[in-house]
């Protein structure tokens, strides 16, 4: 890190699981209103490719992320980004562990996974992701066990918001 503080990059699953579940629309709006809040203090982004992901879907998500928080899907279409991007397809390639399909998967143009870590690589933020490290999984690359292979530490939603301190009540 640059000693600065810390920068924390958004996976899909955050805001997804969030909109689906703990964090509904119709269940508190607090917590959505607290990441454009730190987004504007340039505390937390997420990448274009995540965006994306949302987008897919015709729904509350989609519009929050459309109309609250769309300055803060950042582009990764940058050389330093794409340079850790390539680390990163190069890592999930070399590992044996995982099968054919699920390297495939992790490598597909709807799965910004890869991008999410490459981004934190790239501009030295912190991971937060709901997934969690599984040392035996195969049929699928975890962002958790990338960001390990890179000495990278992930945090979950919680952890982010705690390090924010971020009071939903």
Not at 102 to 113: I, R, Y
Not at 140 to 165: E, H, K, S, W, Y
Request: charged letters at 25%; aromatic letters at 12%.
């Amino acid at each position: 890190m640059n000693g600065g503080p810390i920068r924390y990059v958004l996976d899909a699953d955050v805001l997804i699981e969030a909109a689906k579940r703990y964090y509904a629309f119709d269940i508190t709006r607090r917590f959505w209103g607290a990441l454009v809040q730190h987004a504007q203090t340039g505390l937390l982004l997420s990448i274009d490719r995540v965006k994306a992901e949302i987008d897919r879907g015709n729904d509350a998500l989609k519009d929050w992320a459309n109309n609250e928080f769309h300055s803060w899907f950042i582009s990764t279409a940058e050389d330093d980004v794409v340079a850790a991007y390539r680390r990163v397809m190069q890592w999930a390639y070399s590992q044996t562990q995982f099968t054919d399909a699920a390297k495939g998967e992790f490598a597909s143009g709807d799965n910004a996974d890869a991008w999410v870590v490459a981004y934190a690589l790239a501009k030295s933020c912190t991971v937060v992701t709901q997934e969690q490290f599984d040392p035996n999984i195969r049929r699928r690359i975890p962002i958790p066990n990338v960001c390990q292979a890179f000495n990278m530490q992930p945090i979950d939603t919680f952890q982010m918001l705690r390090a924010l301190g971020v009071r939903l009540d």
